[in-house]
T-cell receptor
Framework: DAGVIQSPRHEVTEMGQEVTLRCKPISGHNSLFWYRQTMMRGLELLIYFNNNVPIDDSGMPEDRFSAKMPNASFSTLKIQPSEPRDSAVYFC?????????????FGSGTQLSVL | AQTVTQSQPEMSVQEAETVTLSCTYDTSESNYYLFWYKQPPSRQMILVIRQEAYKQQNATENRFSVNFQKAAKSFSLKISDSQLGDTAMYFCAFMRMNRDDKIIFGKGTRLHILP
């Protein structure tokens, strides 16, 4: 199994630009999570999906952030327009869902730098 | 709402020593999971150990063990005979049991093992 695949690994963009982060969960996993990691806040949950449906997006910072999961094998996190304070490492994670949520598999993360 | 607090942002110990990382949490739930995740410089998130709240016995995985104090809502991680490869960020995490739910992380403790 290839694991959770995120792209790009690094992204450098200018303030005001649109940024799209991509995630391919492990095949057969029903739950998908987007986390953001910063020095100040640690690892914050932004949003999670079960069976492609957003369950809890209370962690999404503001309307500039949006996430979609059009099918079981793909999800995106979009920031439009991006701001320097969005600079962070963004992780995608997946699990089989249900009681198996305790076993999260993380991707390698996307290091986002907004200049 | 559940919260997880790690009061030690950074720690350093000599190789072969024993080190304890602290974690406290707040919840009104009676059934839940607690975890410790390790994040080495590669950015990978690795599950170190897991504890079910209904179990009184502390979980152990080789050199890693926990001290779970349910009444005090404390969940510390002890690393025995520390090795250079233990250098990493360590996250304490919480998840409600019996629900298709999310994992909430603390801010992390950066651990340095010194040669």
């Amino acid at each position: 199994d290839a694991g959770v695949i995120q792209s790009p690994r690094h992204e450098v963009t200018e303030m005001g630009q649109e940024v799209t982060l991509r995630c391919k969960p492990i095949s057969g996993h029903n739950s998908l999570f987007w986390y953001r990691q910063t020095m100040m806040r640690g690892l914050e949950l932004l949003i999670y999906f079960n069976n492609n449906v957003p369950i809890d997006d209370s962690g999404m910072p503001e309307d500039r952030f949006s996430a979609k999961m059009p099918n079981a094998s793909f999800s995106t996190l979009k920031i439009q327009p991006s701001e320097p304070r969005d600079s962070a490492v963004y992780f995608c994670a997946s699990s089989r869902g249900g009681l198996a949520n305790e076993k999260l598999f993380f991707g390698s993360g996307t290091q986002l730098s907004v200049l | 709402a559940q919260t997880v607090t790690q009061s030690q942002p950074e720690m350093s110990v000599q190789e072969a020593e024993t080190v304890t990382l602290s974690c406290t949490y707040d919840t009104s739930e009676s059934n839940y999971y607690l975890f410790w995740y390790k994040q080495p410089p590669s950015r990978q998130m690795i599950l170190v150990i897991r504890q079910e709240a209904y179990k009184q016995q502390n979980a152990t995985e080789n050199r890693f063990s926990v001290n779970f104090q349910k009444a005090a809502k404390s969940f510390s991680l002890k690393i025995s005979d520390s090795q250079l490869g233990d250098t990493a960020m360590y996250f304490c995490a919480f998840m409600r049991m019996n629900r298709d739910d999310k994992i909430i992380f603390g801010k992390g403790t950066r651990l340095h093992i010194l040669p």
